[in-house]
């Protein structure tokens, strides 16, 4: 019984050791199998970098700005700490767009809605602003169209009868053109229009005198500056007197319309008040100008034929003569163009 016992042991023993040296011999086969099976998976390939980005074309004609120089942190003077930064500084804004004209290699301004023109302009008469050019040119020739009113002084007995004092005043215009230019010199030609006329009472009987002056006008100026000159000027032409006496008696009324020579003679001065001071210019300019002289008119009866059949009326009424002739002066204002 008890050999049995010990066989029983030694078989148990002997199967131990088998199963223990059969699994030291199947451990080392297993690490070249895990190696063979990471081998055996393919190693992923390391990311490719990206390409550089490409340099910018430079622009024909143009020139890089430098880089900024690195500045040095700010220190308090006091302590030599270092200093707070600045607050960022607000972003520029611009009135208009700046593009890049690639051609010419310079920045212009865009012409987007609200943009300021390149050029300037003149806000008195719109035209660009350029340097004075120095010429008398259009101050100089010119048409020019003018009108003003005058008074004439006429201390005749004949004018009595249709005014209560020596004034008569009229309303002038003429309209010419310089025709000539020597320097400061030129001579200019203009038709010029006149009319005047008064109302008054004579023997209970009303009275009224208008007057018509058209006149052919040579003009000769000097200029002292671009925007001042002088003038002589001598008109002649004729003159319609058209008088007209109302009879208290027989209600009717009496005229007379005769043509007459008239003379004008007188000097002044002009200022050009509005314009620019090129000469070049062909802007409109505006003056004022004054003279002075003496008109002349023929005499004229006053002598009015009866309009009724009445003998009583039949003869003619006699007012004495009509000489419209005195010293005048004149204020008027001219366009230039």
């Known amino acids: 019984m008890i050999r049995v016992t010990e066989g029983v042991l030694a078989l148990a023993a002997f199967s131990f050791s088998g199963l223990v040296k059969a699994q030291a011999t199947s451990e080392p086969s297993a690490a070249p199998s895990a190696g063979a099976a990471s081998a055996s998976q393919p190693t992923p390939e390391p990311a490719r970098a990206a390409p550089p980005a490409p340099a910018p074309v430079p622009v024909p004609g143009t020139v890089p700005p430098p880089a900024p120089a690195a500045e040095a942190a700010p220190t308090d003077p006091g302590t030599g700490a270092l200093a707070p930064a600045p607050p960022p500084a607000s972003p520029r ?20 809605g609200g943009a300021r023109a390149s050029a300037e302009t003149d806000a008195a008469t719109g035209e660009p602003e350029q340097p ?5 040119g259009s101050h100089q020739a010119h048409f020019f169209a003018t009108m003003g009113v005058r008074t004439t002084f006429v201390r005749n007995a004949g004018y009595d009868v249709f005014s209560k004092n020596d004034v008569l005043g009229q309303f002038s215009a003429s309209f010419g053109r310089v025709v000539y230019t020597d320097g400061p010199l030129a ?5 010029a229009w006149d009319y005047g006329g008064r109302s008054s009472t004579v023997r209970g009987a009303s009275t009224s005198l208008a007057v018509h002056r058209i006149t052919l006008c040579p003009e000769l100026r000097y200029h002292f500056l671009r925007r001042l000159y002088g003038f002589g000027r001598v008109g002649s032409g004729v003159a319609v007197v058209a008088s ?5 008696v027989t209600a009717g009324e009496r ?4 043509v007459l020579f008239t003379l004008d003679a007188s000097l002044g001065a002009a200022y050009e008040v509005i314009g620019v ?4 210019s062909t802007q409109a300019r505006g003056w004022l100008a004054v003279d002075a002289g003496y008109l002349f008119t023929t005499n004229t009866d006053l002598v009015y034929a009866s309009d009724s059949s009445s003998p009583a009326r039949a003869s003619a009424i006699d007012l004495g003569e009509l000489g419209l002739r005195g010293m005048s002066a004149r204020v008027s204002v001219q366009l230039s163009f």
């Open 93 to 112: 804004r611009f009135a208009a767009p700046v593009a890049l004209d690639t051609r010419l290699g310079v920045a212009s301004a865009g012409t987007l």
């Open 132 to 136: 004075d050019d120095g010429q008398l």
């Open 187 to 191: 001579v200019a030609g203009s038709l």
């Open 244 to 248: 007209a006496f109302t009879d208290p």
């Open 255 to 258: 005229t007379r319309e005769p």
């Open 277 to 280: 001071a090129r000469g070049n």
